[in-house]
């Protein structure tokens, strides 16, 4: 069957510095997001990717954020300075089709921030 | 008005008994409400889903039950088992839209053996 894929699993950095995450959705979809749960809390949408650009963010997704599919397969998250409230796990998810269709997650990228 | 709330918390059940999490939105432009289910290391998972031209759907031991009058839908879970143990999380989302789910803030389910 199918996943999404992230790398790496784990991820420590140094507050200040940049992460770039890396998601392979499944292979015929179009439809990208990122996700973040911080520990204990709800998963939150970050921001959704279409056909090359950004068809949505939150109010999370600032200018620190970035989001990139830089080839025909992968589909990354940049975050340019990191801060300590950044730490959280980063789920990928991919859909065939937008608005109500099912979206597959990945397992995810904890990133914590020191 | 984006809020998706969600109750319990947490939940504790004996292996054959029935575990009940409730979820209550507020935009009346959410038209698709799935229910996933994670296991601790792993990402969500969908286990089923509802639109509001049904006020019932059942998979297996599972049901969701949705009440468009009152903008509340529930999981049923019936002969809940220990497998079943994990977090769930009721989301809400707008057909027309760009896809992005709206969560709750999840329900630990233990089942008891």
């Known amino acids: 069957e199918p996943e999404v894929t992230q790398t790496p699993s784990h991820q420590v950095t140094q507050m200040g510095q940049e992460v770039i995450l890396r998601c392979v959705p499944i292979?015929?979809?179009?439809?990208f997001y990122w996700y973040r749960q911080i520990l204990g809390q709800k998963v939150e949408f970050l921001v959704s990717?279409?056909?090359?650009?950004?068809?949505?963010k939150s109010e999370i997704f600032d200018d620190q954020f970035s989001v990139e599919r830089p080839d025909g397969s992968n589909f990354t998250l940049k975050i340019r300075s990191t801060k300590l409230e950044d730490s959280a796990m980063y789920f990928c998810?991919?859909?065939?089709?937008?608005?109500?269709?099912?979206?597959?997650f990945g397992p995810g990228t904890r990133l914590l921030v020191l | 008005q984006q809020q998706v709330k969600q109750s319990p918390q947490s939940l504790i059940v004996q292996k054959g008994g029935i575990s009940i999490i409730n979820c209550a939105y507020e935009?009346?432009?959410?038209?698709?409400f799935p229910w996933y289910q994670q296991f601790p290391g792993k990402g969500p998972a969908l286990l089923i889903a509802?639109?509001?031209?049904?006020s019932e759907k059942k998979e297996g031991r599972f049901t969701i039950s949705f009440n468009k009058s009152a903008k509340q839908f529930s999981l049923h879970i019936m002969d809940s088992q220990p497998g079943d143990s994990a977090t769930y999380f009721c989301?809400?989302?707008?057909?027309?839209?760009?896809?992005?789910?709206?969560f709750g803030q999840g329900t630990i389910l233990t089942v008891h053996p």
């Open positions: 989301a809400a989302s707008i057909s027309l839209g760009y896809g992005k789910l709206t």
């Open positions: 990717f279409y056909n090359n650009e950004i068809s949505e």
């Open positions: 998810a991919s859909s065939s089709e937008t608005g109500a269709e099912t979206q597959y």
């Open positions: 292979s015929n979809h179009l439809y």
């Open positions: 509802i639109r509001p031209d049904v």
């Open positions: 935009n009346t432009a959410f038209d698709y």
